[in-house]
């Protein structure tokens, strides 16, 4: 049980380059989650899939695109990298369902620079 | 237009003592708040949380405590051991509309427990 797993671990990209961040859960939740951290700054929503089949924008979505690709699999993809998007990215998930007590679990980050 | 802030980048406490993080909120609509703990070049692990209908949470040598009036939540850690060293995110959870759930992050308080 890997629990939620993302590829690469580091990434540095030029000005102008497209790439796409995977990401994994092997704990059949429902709802998954993209954030980003910038140094000084708490973790900031970017995308979210509530369950499969559905997506919607976080407060900070400018620039990304996702794919809910199936239960498992949540793909972030930047078309056209810039310097300000510079940031550890974290994914996340959790049951849902409408559980009160709802948790969400992180996986170990993408480091990403761009030049 | 920060609603969660943790207002110490820092604290420094002697092993064996008690260990006080803060977090204050600004939107009454919050259900849950939850604290994580992260280490460098780790994802965000879940600590524990609590009900906006509750006052205390206890879970081992972690407490966490609700003033719903003064908006303010704040960790206990007792007795705190140098693995407690780490940073520490306060969470507010609020409904997405779309489903699944929204956390809003403060910016970490990075706690050190000397020897």
């Known amino acids: 049980n890997a629990g939620v797993t993302q590829t690469p671990k580091f990434q540095v990209l030029k000005t102008g380059q497209s790439m796409t961040l995977q990401c994994a859960q092997d704990m059949n939740h429902n709802s998954m989650y993209w954030y980003r951290q910038d140094p000084g700054m708490g973790l900031r929503l970017i995308y979210y899939?509530?369950?499969?089949?559905?997506?919607d924008k976080g407060e900070v979505p400018n620039g990304y695109n996702v794919s809910r690709l199936n239960k498992r699999e949540f793909s972030l993809r930047l078309e056209s990298a810039a310097p300000s998007q510079t940031s550890v990215y974290f994914c996340a998930s959790s049951v849902w369902g409408g559980a009160s007590t709802d948790t969400q679990y992180f996986g170990p980050g993408t480091r990403l620079t761009v030049l | 237009d920060q609603q969660v802030k943790q207002n110490s980048p820092s604290l420094s406490v002697q092993e064996g003592r008690i260990s006080i993080l803060n977090c204050d909120y600004t939107n009454s609509m919050f259900d849950y708040f939850l604290w994580y703990k992260k280490y460098p070049a780790e994802g965000p692990t879940f600590l524990i949380s609590?009900?906006?209908?509750?006052d205390k949470n206890e879970d081992g040598r972690f407490t966490v405590f609700l003033n719903k009036s003064a908006k303010h939540l704040s960790l206990h850690i007792v007795p705190s051991q140098p693995g407690d060293s780490a940073v520490y995110f306060c969470a507010a959870r609020g409904i997405l509309t779309g489903g699944g759930n929204k956390l809003t992050f403060g910016t970490g308080t990075q706690l050190k427990v000397e020897l």
């Open positions: 899939s509530a369950s499969e089949g559905t997506t």
């Open positions: 609590i009900s906006s209908i509750k």
